[in-house]
T-cell receptor
Framework: KAGVTQTPRYLIKTRGQQVTLSCSPISGHRSVSWYQQTPGQGLQFLFEYFSETQRNKGNFPGRFSGRQFSNSRSEMNVSTLELGDSALYLC??????????????FGSGTQLSVL | SQELEQSPQSLIVQEGKNLTINCTSSKTLYGLYWYKQKYGEGLIFLMMLQKGGEEKSHEKITAKLDEKKQQSSLHITASQPSHAGIYLCGADRGYSTLTFGKGTMLLVSP
């Protein structure tokens, strides 16, 4: 079974641009969540989607948005990039529906550098 | 302040030595996850603990959950170079969401 796939693996952008990251969950997993990891703040939760609905959102500005498609694939978008958005963005999928939890399966991440 | 505090922040141990990493939560723990990460890569699931007093082992890694103290510990016996990496604890916060500690970087010297 293929794991969580994130594309692209590396990305370089300049301030003010926007970026879209993609995540394909493990087949059959309907929940997808996104995390931002930086050396200073560590791993921080961005948002979580289940069946195309955002169920949970972290404390990030509105420049960060996401969506989930009917095939459970997810994208996240960051508009008007700032230097501080440079980070490793991790996607995770989960096989369970609402109200229960089990281990999250993480992708290898997209390393975003904003110049 | 951080919801999950990990200690130590970093650790260098000699190969073959034992070590312990701690994770303390400022909120009630309903489930505690341990992950390992190689720098710049994704997280690899190690163990999940749900009940107070629960202890799980996988190869040379043992994790315990003390619900009353809202703490978990990860113990590695006879460390090897393959154990090097960043260890992260994550607390279950519902809706398939975890809140993570900042991680403990482990280096194993030969």
């Amino acid at each position: 079974k293929a794991g969580v796939t994130q594309t692209p693996r590396y990305l370089i952008k300049t301030r003010g641009q926007q970026v879209t990251l993609s995540c394909s969950p493990i087949s059959g997993h309907r929940s997808v969540s996104w995390y931002q990891q930086t050396p200073g703040q560590g791993l921080q939760f961005l948002f979580e989607y289940f069946s195309e609905t955002q169920r949970n959102k972290g404390n990030f500005p509105g420049r960060f948005s996401g969506r989930q498609f009917s095939n459970s694939r997810s994208e996240m978008n960051v508009s008007t990039l700032e230097l501080g958005d440079s980070a490793l963005y991790l996607c995770a999928s989960s096989p369970l529906p609402a109200g229960s939890n089990e281990k999250l399966f993480f992708g290898s991440g997209t390393q975003l550098s904003v110049l | 302040s951080q919801e999950l505090e990990q200690s130590p922040q970093s650790l260098i141990v000699q190969e073959g030595k034992n070590l312990t990493i701690n994770c303390t939560s400022s909120k009630t723990l309903y489930g505690l996850y341990w992950y390992k990460q190689k720098y710049g890569e994704g997280l690899i699931f190690l163990m999940m603990l749900q009940k107070g007093g629960e202890e799980k082992s996988h190869e040379k890694i043992t994790a315990k959950l003390d619900e009353k103290k809202q703490q978990s510990s990860l113990h590695i016996t006879a460390s090897q170079p393959s154990h090097a990496g960043i260890y992260l604890c994550g607390a279950d916060r519902g809706y398939s969401t975890l809140t993570f500690g900042k991680g403990t970087m482990l280096l194993v010297s030969p």
